[in-house]
C-alpha cells in the first residue's frame, strides 16, 4: 500500500488535489491512487489517466479552456520534441517580422510561427499562424529551412523547450497587418533593417534562405 501523502484523504484511494495540463487543456480536480483492491473506473482526456470509484461520489475534474499565453507554459519542460511551423512572409526586399508576447523568445523579433496542431498539415499550420498573430492571409509554398530549437533548461536536467521546426515561404494573399495571438507587435522589416532587429542566427539565416529563393532568375530544382 501506498504511503499517505501531505494534503490528502484517505480510505480505500489515496486522494490528492491536482491539475493536470495537457495541450490546450487543464483537468482540475482530485487524482485518485488505487491503494487496495477495489471497483475502479479509469478516464482519459488527451492523454491524461484519472482514476476514481464509482462509489465515493466526490466529483473527480472540470476542464478548463486555456487562452493563448496559458498554453505557451504548457510547452516548458516537454515530454518529446514539439512540431512547430514558422511563415516567412516576403514581399520584395522586405519581410513580416513579430514581436513575441510570451516565452520562449519574449520580446524578441521572429517570423510569425507556433505550434502545429493535431490533424493539421505543416503548410496550413504556417497559413494558420501568420494569420493569427500578423493579420495576413497567405499561400505556403516551398519549405526554407528545418532545425531544431532546443533551450536548455537548469544544470543536469532536461530542456526547457525543445521544437523541431519547419519554415515555409509564404506569399501574401491579402489582409492588413495587426498583431494577435502570442504576438505583441507586428511590421515589415527593410532587409537592410534585420541587424537592428536582432534576430536569432538561425532566424536570420532562414530569412536570407528565403530572400534567395525569391531572386528575380532563380533556377530551381
Known sequence: MSSRKPGCERSVF????????????????????LTTRANIRTSFLNGSGLAWSP???WPVCRIIVLNAVEKIGLRQFPER????VGAIIVEGTRVLLVR??????????SIPGGMLELGETLRAGAEREALEETGMRVSAGEVVD?????????AAGPPQH??????FLCTVEGGAVQAGSDA??????????????????MTLSAIEKAFALRAPGRADG
Open 55 to 57: 462509489s465515493h461520489g
Open 14 to 33: 489515496s486522494i490528492c488535489p491536482v491539475t493536470v495540463e495537457r495541450n490546450s487543456f487543464a483537468l482540475e480536480g482530485l487524482r485518485v491512487a
Open 81 to 84: 520534441p514539439i512540431v512547430g
Open 146 to 154: 528545418v532545425f531544431d530549437s532546443i533551450i536548455p533548461g537548469p
Open 184 to 201: 505583441s507587435e507586428a511590421r515589415w522589416f527593410e532587409r537592410e533593417e534585420l541587424a537592428a532587429a536582432r534576430l536569432r542566427e
Open 100 to 109: 513575441r508576447a510570451a516565452e520562449p523568445l519574449r520580446g524578441e523579433w
Open 162 to 167: 525543445h521544437y523541431v521546426l519547419v519554415d
